[in-house]
């Protein structure tokens, strides 16, 4: 579930000396919920070992006389909830010169997830390059952070991973499963830096044939990216 308020305020038209500015800005509120379900206990199983002896009686992971699963994961039935608000704010200030407009600004956002505050500042250039509105040159260097991921916390909220093991005892009877690793819950992101990217453009609009092909070329690299870790076998 997903809701949204927003903002948005755009002055008239300033002119200093040659320049001319166009300000505007913005504020918004988002609010997010989401649920996660597991209605029972899901159970995986794994590292068959045979044996000629083996009764398995009413043990769905075992075949008399052939072979049992002496390993399995569990991961239990859950049913979770979270939710995120975010906060964002932005101001920019389009600026006219002759042939050439540059639009820088910036954006800042804060939410209840990560807990940081995040300001990406944007620029936008394009230059009308022979003055008749055919051919615009078009280029930007702006910042993106990447938006709350509500799936992190409810993977904090929900039961962790687990694995148990077991054998044959000295009679050729089969041990009673027993736990072996819990996969830790990852926890706590709101300790960690909100993902973002660094993106550069260029490109060219031009008119053609009764409509405008538009090319550009993009650069974008990743910052502080989450990645997973085995934490053990």
């Known amino acids: 579930h997903d809701s949204q308020a927003t903002t948005d305020l755009t002055l008239s038209p300033k002119r200093t000396g040659p320049l001319v500015h166009l300000l505007g800005s913005g504020f918004s509120i988002e609010h997010t919920q989401a649920k996660l379900e597991r209605p029972q206990t899901n159970i995986f199983y794994f590292r068959a070992k045979a044996s000629s002896t083996l009764v398995c009686g009413d043990d769905p992971a075992c075949v008399d006389r052939e072979k049992y699963f002496s390993s399995r994961s569990l991961s239990p039935a859950a049913a979770v909830g979270a939710s995120v608000n975010q906060y964002a704010a ?40 022979f003055g008749d509105g055919r051919t615009i040159l078009i280029g930007g260097l702006n910042r993106y952070y ?25 009679n050729g009877q089969l041990t009673p499963w027993q736990v072996s690793f819990t996969a830790d819950a990852v926890a706590h992101f709101s300790r960690l830096k909100t993902p973002y990217s660094d993106e550069a453009t260029a490109g060219i609009n031009q008119a053609l044939a009764g409509g405008r092909l538009n090319i550009r070329y993009v650069h974008r690299y990743g910052h502080d990216e989450f990645a997973k870790t085995p934490l053990g076998n």
């Open 90 to 129: 932005y101001g920019e200030d389009r600026i006219r010169l002759l042939r050439l407009e540059l639009r820088p600004g910036v954006r800042a956002t804060y939410d209840d997830l990560m807990e940081n505050f995040n300001v990406a500042p944007r620029l936008a250039a394009s230059y009308d390059l």
């Open 146 to 170: 990447g938006h709350p991921l509500l799936t992190y916390k409810l993977a904090e909220a929900i039961q962790p991973l687990i694995r148990e093991t077991r054998t044959l005892d000295s």
